[in-house]
């Protein structure tokens, strides 16, 4: 944690990184100053553990720069991960709400800066703004669609659905405000998300891209049809 390399490469305060965010920016100014006063940040390496399941959540995690994912191991050793948290995006509120433990793991899956809004802060929010309670039931309520949406994936035997579901649930102007038509995701780091191989990765974007949906890079993803995407069905393989 706190690597030195990723300190260095950022030019963005904790100020800028905080004002940037869309629920920040409808908040009253006593609020905003308290936010700004009581939030922090802390750095990370690929792999690293960010927040461990069965803590406790003692803060709202938001990522400045970089990428997380969200999984869990189980006691059989099987491995789910349910979804990637992109530059732009907080996750945690739920657990923070309920006081509970953390019910997943959150891991960085590239160098990543994470800026942390404390349970008792996020909570006083909650309390005294009533524009944060609205931006809160939002991403509650998108949350749980889009969680819905991950499920119907990993019961699709098309890879290549899966794949253009995936990408396509990233795409959440609430959860993801700041993802461009340019995805920075390499064939790894998608399969991660998946469940899929990098070579599984790799044919079904080849297919993806001979469709006109998407455009594969080193390292990008650029979405061409985002609505085909969202909706793609099993192709009939039979």
Not at 96 to 104: C, M
Request: proline share 4%; aromatic share 6%.
């Amino acid at each position: 944690m706190h690597s030195e390399a990723s300190r260095n490469r950022s030019t963005l305060t904790l100020r800028d990184a905080l004002e940037a965010a869309d629920w920040m920016q409808s908040l009253p100014q006593e609020a905003r100053e308290r936010i700004l006063s009581d939030a922090h940040e802390s750095y990370f390496r690929e792999g690293e553990v960010v927040a461990r399941k069965g803590e406790p959540a003692h803060s709202w995690i938001g990522v400045a720069e970089g990428l997380l994912k969200i999984s869990a191991v189980y006691r059989t050793g099987k491995v789910v991960m349910f979804t990637g948290v992109p530059e732009g995006s907080w996750i945690g509120e739920g657990s923070v709400i309920k006081r509970e433990l953390r019910r997943y793991d959150i891991l960085a899956m590239r160098p990543t800066r994470v800026i942390h809004v404390p349970g008792s802060t996020f909570r006083w929010l909650l309390d005294v703004s009533i524009e944060f309670n609205h931006a809160v039931i939002a991403r509650l309520n998108e949350r749980l669609a889009q969680y819905i949406g991950l499920m119907e994936i990993d019961r699709l035997s098309d890879p290549v659905a899966r794949v253009a579901r995936c990408i396509g649930t990233l795409y959440n102007p609430i959860l993801s405000p700041r993802l461009g038509p340019a995805l920075h995701l390499s064939h790894t780091e998608l399969g991660e998300m998946i469940g899929m191989s990098r070579k599984g990765v790799s044919t079904a974007l080849r297919q993806l891209e001979s469709e006109g949906l998407v455009h594969a890079q080193y390292g990008t993803v650029s979405v061409r049809n985002l609505p085909r995407l969202v909706n793609y069905e099993e192709r009939d393989r039979g």
